[in-house]
C-alpha cells in the first residue's frame, strides 16, 4: 500500500524554541494531508488539514500561528511548533488520503518532548 | 463532547477465542466507520470499514458490524491471534466530511496465550 514518512520520529526541544515536522507520501501525490495529535491513552485529534498550494484549515481551538502549516509540494506537508511548551509535549500523526474513506495512510508518528 | 466513544479501555482475550471491541457514535451525520490497529509509537493502519447502507462487513478474521438505530459498530476478530494486540481506533467520517476522521479513544486489546 501506499507509504507516508515522518521526520523525525522523535525530537527533545527546550521551551521556546520552534520544531519542525515533516510530512512525507513517497509514492502518491496528496494535495491534502491532516495532521493529529495523540496524548498518552487517549484519541487522535484531529488539529488541522494541510492543503497543497492554499492556506491550512485548522480546528476549533488549535492556534494557527502556534501550529504553523506548510503544504509546499504534493508530497511534503510541514508543521512547525513554535515557541514550543511543555505542554506542547505529544505524539504528532499525519495522514494522507489517497481517495475515498478508506484510503487514508498514516505516518509513523512524531514524539515531542518539550522540556 | 467525544462523538465517538470506545467505552472500554482495554481488553484481554484468551487465543484462539473471539475478539468483540465495541464503539459508539453520537453524531447521526457520520456514513462511514472505520477501525484501524495501532501499535505503540507508530501510526494507525486501517483494518477494515463499513459504510451505513450496509449492516455488516467482512475480511478475512475481522468482521465489522453497524447498528444505525443504536448508533453503534463493532469489531469481531476471530480467531484471535497473539499479533492481533494492540490498540484498536474506531473513527468515523461525516457525510461529505472529505475524509476527515473523528476517532474514539482507543482499546487496548491483549490476546493471551
Known amino acids: 500500500g501506499a507509504v507516508v514518512s515522518q521526520h523525525p520520529s522523535w525530537v527533545i526541544c527546550k521551551s521556546g524554541t520552534s520544531v519542525k515536522i515533516e510530512c512525507r507520501s513517497l509514492?502518491?501525490?496528496?494535495?491534502?494531508m491532516f495532521w493529529y495529535r495523540q496524548f498518552p491513552k487517549q484519541s487522535l485529534m484531529l488539529m488541522a488539514t494541510s492543503n497543497e498550494g492554499s492556506k491550512a484549515t485548522y480546528e476549533q481551538g488549535v492556534e494557527k500561528d502556534k501550529f504553523l502549516i506548510n503544504h509546499a509540494s504534493l508530497t511534503l506537508s510541514t508543521l512547525t511548533v513554535t515557541s514550543a511548551h511543555p505542554e506542547d509535549s505529544s505524539f504528532y500523526i499525519c495522514?494522507?488520503?489517497?481517495?475515498?474513506?478508506?484510503?487514508?495512510?498514516f505516518g509513523p508518528g512524531t514524539r515531542l518532548t518539550v522540556l | 463532547d467525544q462523538q465517538v466513544k470506545q467505552n472500554s479501555p482495554s481488553l484481554s482475550v484468551q487465543e484462539g477465542r473471539i475478539s468483540i471491541l465495541n464503539c459508539d457514535y453520537t453524531?447521526?451525520?457520520?456514513?462511514?466507520f472505520l477501525w484501524y490497529k495501532k501499535y505503540p509509537a507508530e501510526g494507525p493502519t486501517f483494518l477494515i470499514s463499513i459504510s451505513s447502507i450496509k449492516d455488516k462487513n467482512e475480511d478475512g478474521r475481522f468482521t465489522v458490524f453497524l447498528n444505525k438505530s443504536a448508533k453503534h459498530l463493532s469489531l469481531h476478530i476471530v480467531p484471535s491471534q497473539p499479533g492481533d494486540s494492540a490498540v484498536y481506533f474506531c473513527?468515523?467520517?461525516?457525510?461529505?466530511?472529505?475524509?476527515?476522521?473523528?476517532f474514539g479513544q482507543g482499546t487496548r486489546l491483549t490476546i493471551n496465550p
Open positions: 509514492d502518491f501525490q496528496a494535495t491534502t
Open positions: 495522514s494522507a488520503p489517497t481517495g475515498g474513506h478508506n484510503e487514508q495512510f
Open positions: 453524531n447521526s451525520m457520520f456514513d462511514y
Open positions: 473513527a468515523a467520517a461525516p457525510r461529505g466530511g472529505a475524509q476527515k476522521l473523528v
